[in-house]
Nanobody, 121 residues
């Protein structure tokens, strides 16, 4: 069973930056695509960005040019660099392993507790 632990969230002003990290336990990480997801209050969880085993990346339109997903296989870690943050980016952010590529609805892992990102002045 892979454990996914997210960190790096916080309160930031509009226009600010945060870097999220997700550490995955176990050697399965290297062979898996990874994704960052978010869930805002009252809304369904959505994929924000994905990165394949080969390093190909995908983003939803609203974060393109502002967010960057990356991975460090040696550290079993996936990152999400978030710049130019907007209030509408406020959500709980989760990482997981999409079962398809490009990422669809389904994931391999269990959902962790996530990390709260709040963008507010």
């Amino acid at each position: 069973q892979v454990q996914l632990v997210e960190s790096g969230g916080g309160l930031v002003q509009p226009g600010g930056s945060l870097r999220l990290s997700c550490v995955a336990s176990g050697s399965i990480f290297i062979g898996k695509n990874m994704g960052w997801y978010r869930q805002a209050p009252g809304k369904p969880r959505e994929l924000v960005a994905g990165i394949s085993t080969g390093g190909t990346t995908v983003y939803i339109g609203s974060v393109k040019g502002r967010f960057t997903i990356s991975r460090d296989n040696a550290k079993n870690t996936v990152y999400l660099q978030m710049n130019s943050l907007k209030p509408e980016d406020t959500a709980v952010y989760y990482c997981n392993m999409p079962s398809d590529w490009p990422p669809g609805r389904f994931v391999f892992g269990s959902w962790g507790q996530g990390t709260q990102v709040t963008v507010s002045s």
